[in-house]
């Protein structure tokens, strides 16, 4: 029985062959060039530091607030990070910061007063968020 | 070797090695770019210094609370707070199962050098505090240790008393 070989490489000219092998190669770093390239952009496009970020910093502002030794108001907006595109829940001790549904939601905890419990609704759409607490009570919107 | 075939075959067998070093080369750069792409930021030590100073200063925490004016006295510590042992515990809440801060509080009245201690969080201080203590401080799993002093004073009926606040803190490693 006679055996079947890919022609690609059998040419008799040893010129076509090499054109071959060359073309072979173009493919193969052309290859490895998008695939590394769509890694990159991922890895640009990818927001899990700014939620990081935001939910840190935000669980720690609470703590701070819940610190004060009185009644305070302080508004935090960030020009570092594009608040606007990201939602916001302060539930069960812990700020968490969400894209959109659906995907990866970062959560930091807070220490919150016992006795005056915070349970708000979440926060979509804002450019800051105004913190008060009154009488140990604290308010976030 | 000199037949073509031949020739072909030896050609197609080292491309093997080298697609080998190709996938080599992909891997060592995203590992490279995975090292230097920070994701996780440590706060541990702000975390730390902020639960201390909520200790000493809010209206939940052991300060001289004045109940008509609805405000702490930073500074001024209420001792009858240290006479029940869950006090912060029953104040500072971190959910049913606490395993983000836990402390040792001391306060050393500098006149009769009698001291009080109060613990927040008191099984995992303790769990906590033989880790942070023993220098294994890096990576999950870790706990670090912090220390904080305050020259605070200590309200004992109408006149204030010269004191010393010690407040010990475990974090575990974000």
């Given at each position: 029985m006679k055996k079947i070989y890919p022609k690609i490489f059998l040419d008799k000219k040893a010129d076509t062959n090499a054109i071959y092998h060359v073309l072979i190669q173009i493919l193969i770093a052309l290859a490895v060039y998008v695939a590394l390239q769509s890694y990159i952009d991922s890895v640009a496009k990818d927001t899990l530091f700014e939620k990081y970020y935001l939910s840190n910093d935000l669980s720690l502002l609470a703590e701070t607030i819940y610190a004060g030794p009185g009644g305070l108001s302080y508004y935090y907006t960030n020009?570092?990070?594009?608040?606007?595109k990201f939602s916001f829940d302060f539930k069960q001790q812990k700020t968490s910061v969400v894209e959109q549904e659906g995907t990866l939601t970062i959560a930091q905890p807070y220490g919150e007063d016992a006795n005056a419990p915070y349970s708000g609704q979440r926060i979509e759409n804002k450019d800051g968020l105004e913190f008060t607490k009154t009488r140990g009570r604290l308010e976030i919107k | 070797m000199t037949d073509k075939r031949g020739v072909s075959n030896f050609e197609m067998l080292m491309w093997i090695p080298r697609i080998i070093f190709i996938i080599f080369i992909m891997f060592a750069i995203i590992f490279l770019v995975r090292t230097y792409v920070v994701t996780v930021i440590d706060t541990s030590a702000i975390k730390a210094n902020l639960f201390s100073n909520r200790i000493a200063?809010?209206?939940?925490?052991?300060s001289y609370y004045d109940e008509s004016i609805k405000r702490a006295y930073p500074?001024?510590?209420?001792?009858?707070?240290?006479?029940?042992?869950?006090f912060l515990d029953k104040t500072i809440y971190y959910g049913e199962k606490n395993r983000e801060v836990g402390a040792k509080i001391v306060l050393k009245d500098l006149n009769d050098g009698k001291e009080s201690v109060l613990f927040y969080n008191q099984p995992f201080f303790k769990e906590q505090k033989k880790l942070a203590d023993s220098g294994l401080t890096e990576g999950p799993g870790g706990s670090r240790g912090y220390t904080k002093k305050y020259n605070v004073l200590i309200m004992k009926g109408n006149s204030p008393e010269k004191g010393e606040l010690t407040i010990d803190i475990v974090v575990p490693n974000s």
């Open positions: 020009d570092r990070v594009q608040m606007s | 200063y809010s209206a939940n925490g052991i500074g001024i510590i209420d001792p009858r707070k240290f006479s029940s042992a869950d």
